[in-house]
């Protein structure tokens, strides 16, 4: 990450283009408008702000793209395109006016995953390899340039690390148009894979399984990996009940074991990183190495200029 503080005047006004261009050559997101004391600043717009912290809630109340998208068709809240032409006079080409209220799973799934929205300004996420050609290659996440505190967040932190842990775990809806309780969260202690929810052709719950999804499409190599679904909601239901009778008896105590167990995950995820950044130390000194020792081949001679190309 970039702090604005310590990038050149030229950068800070202009960070999508490095100096030439800016929060004027782009569309405001949904949810700010331009300034307009400064034109390379955006601010929130409280009525559309409003809408995205409305969109942000109802996922993490459980519910996925498909169903924000229904919730706000019902509701007859305008998309994006229909309120920029609305309030703003701002045409896109996808605008369609006969279905104003027409909400796409992609729209609601790009807001949900717009860093933007947290004050952090994602720039140069397409680049053309050529300008002889056309073709615009989308840039990686990690290569992407990105500043730090650019404008003013609507999004707190605490519910936008809510709903990336959510949105993880990608919740579907059943053939009945139901949303299970557990969808997206039940994994294999085998193989790792998700389990998903199995009706087994019966009406009666006590039947219900969770399947494993990866014996599920390669049935000839797995074993299938099952659990009941009451037995293990019970189980669930149990763990919770006991954590809040744990809150109950002696909170500073519960919150001292949380922590202690999530800092323990935090070192182990630590060390991890640091064994991959030592093994690729380790590689980045033998290709210096190889490279050294291929040049020196070519000035002593032991290696010709055709050989050294290849």
């Known amino acids: 990450m970039v702090s604005p503080a310590d990038q050149p005047e030229d950068e800070r006004r202009y960070p999508a283009q490095g100096g030439k261009g800016g ?11 331009k300034d307009s004391a400064n034109k ?14 409305y969109i942000f809630r109802l996922c993490t109340s459980g519910m996925g793209p498909e169903q924000i998208a ?12 229909e309120y920029a ?4 006079g701002r045409g896109h080409s996808s605008r369609n006016p006969d279905f104003p209220y027409r909400w796409q799973n992609s729209t609601i799934a790009r807001i949900l995953e717009n860093s933007d929205y947290i004050g952090i300004q994602t720039n140069c996420k397409t680049h053309k390899p050529s300008y002889k050609s056309d073709l615009v290659v989308e840039v990686p996440e990690e290569k992407r340039y990105k500043v730090e505190n650019a404008h003013e967040p609507i999004i707190d932190r605490e519910l936008w690390d809510i ?7 990608k919740r579907r809806s059943t053939k009945l148009g139901e949303m299970d309780m557990l969808a997206g969260v039940v994994q294999c202690a085998d193989c790792g894979s998700t389990h998903y929810l199995c009706r087994c052709g019966s009406w009666d719950e006590s039947q219900y399984s969770y399947l494993c999804r990866r014996y599920h499409r390669h049935k000839e190599t797995y074993t299938p990996h099952t659990v009941k679904a009451k037995q293990l909601r019970e189980t669930v239901l149990k763990a919770i ?3 809040c009778a744990a809150v109950r008896r002696d909170r500073e105590a519960f919150t001292a074991h949380l922590t202690a167990k999530k800092s323990g995950q935090l070192k182990k995820e630590l060390a991890a990183k640091r064994k991959e950044l030592e093994q690729a130390k380790t590689r980045q000194a033998e290709l210096d190495n190889l490279i050294a020792a291929t040049f020196e081949k070519l000035a002593t001679g032991i290696l010709t200029d055709g050989q050294f190309q290849q």
Request: proline fraction near 8%; aromatic fraction near 10%; charged fraction near 35%.
């Open 23 to 33: 929060a004027d050559c782009l569309r405001s997101p949904y949810g700010y408008q």
């Open 163 to 169: 709903v990336q842990r959510v949105r993880e775990n």
């Open 85 to 88: 032409y609305r309030r703003f």
């Open 241 to 243: 009940q006991g954590a």
């Open 70 to 81: 229904k919730r706000l068709q019902r509701e007859k809240v305008l998309v994006p395109t």
């Open 40 to 53: 390379f600043k955006i601010i929130p717009d409280p009525e559309a702000a409003e809408r995205v912290r």
